[in-house]
């Protein structure tokens, strides 16, 4: 089973910057579909940005584009956050086997990491 690990939360000001790291345990991830999303208490799941098996195709929610920047490499996949706000306050989770459009989607196969907090305060 593909396990996937988050890095790279923690607390920052609002304006700060961030970047987040999803490794996983075999290279299979290099074949599907990935994605980051998010979540906060009493609120659902929602994506954040995701990006297909070549890399070229992306695809970010309004709330977070030109901030954010998803890229991918040899088994990882990065979350590069910029000029971050309160309301990115969230567990951000890494996962696999997702659609990239229309949307970044999930599907009866989708792995997920174990999320890492990401707060942005002063």
């Known amino acids: 089973q593909l396990q996937l690990v988050e890095s790279g939360g923690g607390l920052v000001q609002p304006g700060g910057s961030l970047r987040l790291s999803c490794a996983a345990s075999?290279?299979?991830?290099?074949?599907?579909?990935i994605g980051w999303f998010r979540q906060t208490p009493g609120k659902e799941r929602e994506a954040v940005s995701c990006?297909?098996?070549?890399?070229?195709t992306t695809n970010y929610a309004d709330s977070v584009k030109g901030r954010f920047t998803v890229s991918r490499d040899n088994a990882k996949m990065y979350l590069q956050m910029n000029s971050l706000k309160p309301e990115d306050t969230a567990i951000y989770y890494c996962?696999?086997?997702?659609?990239?459009?229309?949307?970044?989607?999930?599907?009866?196969?989708?792995?997920w990491g174990q999320g890492t907090q990401v707060t942005v305060s002063s």
């Open positions: 990006i297909g098996v070549s890399g070229a």
């Open positions: 075999e290279f299979r991830m290099n074949y599907y579909n």
């Open positions: 996962a696999a086997r997702i659609t990239v459009q229309p949307m970044c989607g999930l599907s009866s196969e989708t792995i």
